[in-house]
């Protein structure tokens, strides 16, 4: 099993940034891709960024330009720094680590942009 532990989220004002962090432990040898979706309330969960054990990062066009998806491999940690956000970026932020065909989850995080 794999657990992954967010942190990061809050209430920011458009225009503003956030870093999330998630970080996987337990049972991780095989991991490859991590990454990170969001759900609007009334919504489907949507892709925001994907990046390999080898640094290959994939965005949704959405959010391209604005944030950066890293990856430290020594500490297990996905890191999403989120710029210029904006009302519609509001969501839970679930992160995400999959080995072959099964992904695990985490817990998920709330980013509200307001004023």
């Known amino acids: 099993q794999v657990q992954l532990v967010e942190s990061g989220g809050g209430l920011v004002q458009p225009g503003g940034s956030l870093r999330l962090s998630c970080a996987a432990s337990?049972?991780?040898?095989?991991?490859?891709?991590m990454g990170w979706y969001r759900q609007a309330p009334g919504k489907q969960r949507e892709l925001v960024a994907t990046?390999?054990?080898?640094?290959?990062?994939d965005y949704a066009d959405s959010v391209k330009g604005r944030f950066t998806l890293s990856r430290d491999n020594a500490k297990n940690t996905v890191y999403l720094q989120m710029n210029s956000l904006k009302p519609e970026d509001t969501s839970v932020y679930y992160c995400?680590?999959?080995?072959?065909?099964?992904?695990?989850w985490g817990q998920g995080t709330q980013v509200t942009v307001s004023s």
């Open positions: 337990g049972n991780i040898f095989g991991i490859n891709v």
């Open positions: 990046i390999t054990r080898g640094g290959s990062t």
């Open positions: 995400c680590a999959a080995r072959g065909q099964i992904t695990y």
